[in-house]
């Protein structure tokens, strides 16, 4: 048997990435912005979110995405919360959703009566990061309790992230936590990124996460 | 930790290349995985060991790895360093405007059929 070599040279993402432009081509032409939300389980993405949709539900259409591993608690949360849509989406054990498993789910999004879609994404700091879901814009949530050097040690999540919202800020009195040096850090990796101090718990903040998404919304419909 | 993931990506792409080129069983599958890639080779070659054995084209097909070494290029010197030893910080001048060159691949190379 004769053996030959065939040269691939090729990203493993790449196809990920075309999947990824194209959604997003579609949603510009629906005139529905995707926002991608990722963070470690537990930083508050649910919480955040609760808070975030009753303060711009009557400004926006907007409905929400929930990704999940293999549960429906956080979609049936954000329901009976906010009375905002939200469907469920299980990855079938995988730990991130790429542009394929995105465009599944907004399948059953009504998106000629939305403007606006938020993707709770799996809870995890790693593989989110290496696949575009399609999504205008990929914010993140740092929780206090993790720690100020968490961008050190995932940077490529820090790269890839517009936004990045630092929750549970009333609790960092109890934790070696130095906002400062935390935004230093973030900068570091990525010197574009905006950063927002905020409280899902106390409200604190959630306002200008609010408003900076609804300016996004409004600036990328018009343009 | 997504390397699971990673593996039905290679396992479509394989499966493309093979159709184009009329291959019947792939041998080898050859990666070139970089330093500081999300990647952990060996979790790689554990979930491609599982997923490409449910194949007909891949049965029994081996992963075999190149590391790439990571480089970091320094804006403040104009140099050169070794990511993993030095990380962000230049090691020649100290500046922190410095940005990997080389070290997050995650492709595939080559096969062999
Ligand atoms: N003290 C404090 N607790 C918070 C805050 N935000 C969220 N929590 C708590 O943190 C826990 C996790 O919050 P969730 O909103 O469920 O976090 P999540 O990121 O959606 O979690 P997963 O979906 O499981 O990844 C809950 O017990 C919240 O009450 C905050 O700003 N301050
Ligand atoms: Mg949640
Ligand atoms: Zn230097």
Redesign the pocket.
């Known amino acids: 048997m004769k053996v030959k070599v065939i040269e691939i040279k090729k990203s493993v993402f790449a196809e990920n990435e075309k999947d990824a432009d194209a959604l997003r081509n579609e949603l510009k032409n629906k005139g529905v912005y995707l926002l991608n939300l990722m963070?470690?389980?537990?930083?508050?993405?649910?919480?955040?979110l609760i808070q975030t949709l009753n303060r711009i539900k009557d400004k926006v259409r907007v409905a929400v995405m929930e990704a999940?591993i293999d549960s429906d608690v956080?979609a049936v949360k954000i329901k009976e919360a906010t009375g905002v849509s939200s469907i469920q989406l299980h990855t079938g054990g995988m730990c991130h959703l790429d542009a394929e498993m995105t465009r599944q789910g907004l399948d059953n999004v009504a998106l000629a009566d939305v403007d606006l879609v938020v993707l709770?994404n799996v809870?995890n700091l790693v593989c989110p990061a290496e696949f575009d879901t399609g999504a205008v814009r990929n914010a993140m949530?740092l929780?206090v309790p993790e720690g100020d050097d968490k961008p050190l040690k995932y940077p490529l999540m820090f790269t890839v992230c517009d936004l990045v919202l630092i929750?549970?800020?009333?609790?960092a009195p109890y934790f070696d936590f130095d906002l400062e040096r935390c935004k230093n850090n973030i900068h570091q990796r990525n010197p574009k990124a905006k950063i927002i101090p905020?409280?899902?718990?106390?409200g604190e903040g959630v306002d200008a996460f609010a408003d900076w998404l609804l300016n996004e919304v409004h600036t990328w419909k018009n343009s | 930790m997504h390397e699971l993931g990673v593996v039905f990506y290679i396992i479509k792409d394989v499966k493309a290349v093979a159709e184009e080129n009329h291959v019947e069983h792939v041998s080898t599958v050859v990666m070139d995985i970089g330093e500081v890639s999300t990647v952990v080779p060996h979790l790689l070659t554990d979930c491609w060991r599982w997923a490409a054995d449910k194949e007909d084209l891949l049965k029994g097909c081996e992963m075999k790895i190149n590391t790439i070494p990571a480089v970091t290029w320094c804006d403040g010197c104009k140099k050169e360093y070794e990511t993993v030893k030095f990380g962000k910080t230049c090691p020649h001048c100290n500046s922190d405007n410095t940005w990997l060159i080389r070290g997050n691949e995650v492709e595939i190379n080559s096969i062999i059929v």
């Open positions: 963070s470690s389980p537990g930083s508050g993405k649910t919480t955040t999940d956080d709770e809870g949530i929780s929750n549970k800020m009333d609790v905020i409280s899902a718990k106390t």
